[in-house]
């Protein structure tokens, strides 16, 4: 299956009431196209970070009750999961779509990774374009645009990740669903690829390499 790009329903899947109701659209329409990107993008990200990136797409497996508002396709260098590593996720929630490069609360090398950024403030700073947001929390929606922020805010953040047990901070860019139907898949694709070109510096941060 080649990607087709995303659709109003695609989007619209976060809108069905019922846990039951909203997983099984999510997984008739939107999980394949999430396989199909995951497919397309771990060479590039391999490429990108001379790491191999396995591809880890949410199944919401622990889900109980409550339906999913968000889903997404995750890449990181370890076959059995991504949580606890410095990742990349491609995700949507009703109103959007987002490109993140994550350190998420559950990885247990957040205050080393922390530390590393710290280091880096000024180059970080100054090479993230003002058009990127930051997010402090991945199951909320809202971002920070870094047109917004100094580098001291920028700097609170890394602190926080490093000293704060359920801190966690994620570098990307998000897209409005409108403009990601208008991109259409070809557009889509360069857009996630210029993206990932970017936050792979974050991501050789994490591990000491540039």
């Excluded at 199909?36 to 889900?63: I, Q």
């Excluded at 208008?182 to 889509?188: E, R």
């Amino acid at each position: 299956m080649s990607f087709k790009g995303f659709t109003n329903e695609d989007f619209d899947v976060f809108l069905i009431d019922g846990l039951e109701a909203r997983m099984s659209a999510l997984k008739e329409t939107v999980r394949p196209k999430l396989e199909v990107l995951g497919e397309y993008f771990a060479p590039v990200l391999s490429a990108l970070t001379n790491d191999e990136m396995f591809v880890h797409v949410a199944k919401h497996a622990r889900r109980t009750i409550n339906p999913p508002k968000d889903t997404w396709v995750a890449f990181s260098n370890n076959p059995r999961g991504y949580k606890m590593m410095p990742h990349f996720q491609i995700g949507m929630w009703n109103t959007h779509l987002f490109i993140w490069f994550a350190v998420i609360y559950e990885a247990p090398q957040k205050q080393v990774i922390a530390e590393r950024f710290s280091k880096k403030l000024t180059k970080i700073y100054k090479e993230t374009p003002k058009d990127f947001v930051w997010s402090v929390d991945h199951t909320k929606p809202e971002t920070i645009e870094h047109r917004k922020l100094k580098k001291e805010d920028l700097g609170s953040f890394f602190d926080r990740l490093q000293n704060v047990k359920s801190a966690e901070l994620l570098c990307g860019y998000t897209i409005d669903r409108e403009k990601v139907i208008q991109l259409g898949s070809d557009g889509l694709i360069q857009q996630i690829e210029d993206v990932f070109n970017t936050v792979a510096t974050l991501y050789k941060i994490s591990q000491n390499r540039k």
